[in-house]
């Protein structure tokens, strides 16, 4: 077995990151903006959410899929645990937060567009339902920063202080 991860997943996994830095940035940018251009913004936030979800989807089938290749020199046990616990919980929450969108939108009775096609309502406008899931994707997107954060600084733990192969296992090349 390879000490890499297949070519697919290391590619889907920096074009994820690539989606979760757009989505992030439309989100921070829908303020800045004049009035006209901050209807766009939001809906390149909502479009780049929900491509986030479908790669995140797409990695988790691969993950089923494909062998994970082991890291050199082996964890310890607790880390090994945590590291899978933490790499779950980066699947739940970006899997989540575009769900939590899309709802968030639909219980505003919101019309917005996913990739050129204007979708329809498909509940019934709640303003309470709509705040109490804003709410919860807002709290989601902040803890998704933790996550984000703690995510890089444990690849660069791993390389520059263990000097395992965790980081070179995701890395594009050879």
Not at 2 to 16: D, E, F, K, M, V
Not at 117 to 146: C, K, S
Request: proline residues 5%; positive net charge; without cysteine.
């Amino acid at each position: 077995m390879s000490n890499r991860y297949a070519r697919s997943q290391i590619a889907l996994h920096w074009l994820t990151l690539l989606m979760v830095i757009l989505t992030y940035a439309a989100m921070l940018l829908k303020d800045s903006v004049p009035d006209s251009l901050a209807p766009v913004v939001k809906n390149l936030h909502f479009n780049f959410g929900i491509s986030v979800f479908a790669l995140m989807f797409v990695r988790l089938i691969l993950r089923y899929f494909m062998m994970t290749p082991a890291i050199t020199p082996l964890l310890e046990e607790w880390q090994d645990i945590g590291a899978k616990i933490f790499h779950w919980l980066l699947y739940v929450v970006f899997l989540a937060l575009p769900v939590l969108g899309v709802l968030t939108l639909a219980y505003g009775g919101k019309h917005w567009v996913l990739l050129g096609w204007q979708v329809p309502q498909w509940v019934t406008p709640d303003p309470v339902m709509r705040r109490l899931i804003r709410t919860t994707h807002e709290t989601l997107a902040n803890v998704g920063y933790f996550i984000i954060s703690a995510h890089a600084l444990a690849a660069l733990y791993h390389h520059y202080v263990r000097k395992d192969d965790t980081l070179r296992r995701m890395m594009p090349g050879k």
